[in-house]
Antibody
Framework: EVQLLESGGGLAQSGGSLRLSCVAS????????MSWVRQAPGKGLEWVSG????????YYADSVKGRFTISRDNSNNTVYLQMNGLRAEDTALYYC?????????????????WGQGTTVTVSS | EIVLTQSPGTLSLSPGERATLSCRAS???????LAWYHQKPGQAPRLLMY???SRATGIPDRFSGSGSGTDFTLTISRLEPEDFAVYYC?????????FGQGTRLEIK
């Protein structure tokens, strides 16, 4: 079964750091670009970051640029999101998501596989 | 950045009725790069439509999508109880990808 499992969320203080992980199973992670998408409590979906299948290209929303870093370890089927300089407005459920087709940049296809998310809470 | 605006914000209908959800883009979007998702409480989003009018795997044919340019529509021909959820449109095909703010489809 194709699955994504996020972890690493928790409570952090404003200005603090967290590292999220997304472990893939049931498919070859190294063939797919990947994304992180977040959802603040009671709000809609916001794309946060994307990474190419090799990790050579990374993309960020303006709201997190310079503070968050996406990376991947294809040998361990894992995508990461390092979050530094956390702010209250980063409080959200963070989803890892896979595009419906392999190859191409993260934005090439709609996302057909989503994890269940990991919750990040930033206290001020 | 392309902004997607969904309407209405909330749609109240009964099972068996037809639902029409709208997504308007601030600039022209390729029809091959418009998707729809729905999200039920406590669950991750689920892909319904891609390329504006292609159903994702396992999506019943009561769901259909249409549109071009800046105006796109998701239609649910006969609502089933499991269809009541929040619906999001998404623009992809270039970075950044963006989502609409959502339409809540609730039982009347």
């Amino acid at each position: 079964e194709v699955q994504l499992l996020e972890s690493g969320g928790g409570l952090a203080q404003s200005g603090g750091s967290l590292r999220l992980s997304c472990v893939a199973s049931g498919f070859t992670l190294s063939s797919f670009a990947m994304s992180w998408v977040r959802q603040a409590p009671g709000k809609g979906l916001e794309w946060v970051s994307g990474i190419s299948f090799s990790g050579a290209s990374t993309y960020y929303a303006d709201s997190v640029k310079g503070r968050f870093t996406i990376s991947r370890d294809n040998s361990n089927n894992t995508v990461y999101l390092q979050m530094n300089g956390l702010r209250a407005e980063d409080t959200a459920l963070y989803y890892c998501a896979r595009p419906r087709s392999a190859a191409g940049p993260y934005y090439e296809y709609a996302m057909d596989v989503w994890g269940q998310g990991t919750t990040v809470t930033v206290s001020s | 950045e392309i902004v997607l605006t969904q309407s209405p914000g909330t749609l109240s209908l009964s099972p068996g009725e037809r639902a029409t959800l709208s997504c308007r883009a601030s600039q022209s979007v390729s029809a091959t790069s418009l998707a729809w998702y729905h999200q039920k409480p406590g669950q991750a989003p689920r892909l319904l439509m891609y390329g504006a009018s292609s159903r994702a795997t396992g999506i019943p044919d009561r769901f259909s999508g249409s549109g071009s340019g800046t105006d796109f529509t998701l239609t649910i021909s006969r609502l089933e109880p499991e269809d009541f959820a929040v619906y999001y449109c998404q623009k992809y095909g270039s970075s950044p990808i963006t989502f609409g703010q959502g339409t809540r489809l609730e039982i009347k």
